[in-house]
Nanobody
Framework: QVQLVESGGGLVEAGGSLRLSCADSGRTLRRYGMGWFRQAPGKEREFVAAINWSGGSPSYAGSVKGRFTISRDNSKNTVYLQMNSLKPEDTAVYYC?????????????????WGQGTQVTVSS
């Protein structure tokens, strides 16, 4: 069973940076496509970024492209989301997700495994 644990969330001022991490303590993630999603209060969960099993073909939502970077270190069984130039509208709970398909996917139903989420709050 894949068990994803996110970390790195917190409170930051607008323009600041945070790096989120996602690890699976029980199994290797190297065979899985990975994604990050977020959900703000009163809004639906939305796609943020995704990456394939080998760290290639990253995909980003238009609202974060150029500011966020998804990466992975399979030797550490960890996926990262580097978030720069943060804006108040980036405030949300951020979720890491894994799919048994090895490609890059933007659709939430493609992902079978989800973390518990980590709160990111950007103050203006």
């Amino acid at each position: 069973q894949v068990q994803l644990v996110e970390s790195g969330g917190g409170l930051v001022e607008a323009g600041g940076s945070l790096r989120l991490s996602c690890a699976d303590s029980g199994r290797t993630l190297r065979r899985y496509g990975m994604g990050w999603f977020r959900q703000a209060p009163g809004k639906e969960r939305e796609f943020v970024a995704a990456i394939n099993w080998s760290g290639g073909s990253p995909s980003y939502a238009g609202s974060v492209k150029g500011r966020f970077t998804i990466s992975r270190d399979n030797s550490k069984n960890t996926v990262y989301l580097q978030m720069n130039s943060l804006k108040p509208e980036d405030t949300a709970v951020y979720y890491c997700a894994a799919t048994e398909f090895i490609g890059t996917y933007r659709s939430a139903p493609t992902y079978a495994y989800w973390g518990q989420g980590t709160q990111v709050t950007v103050s203006s």
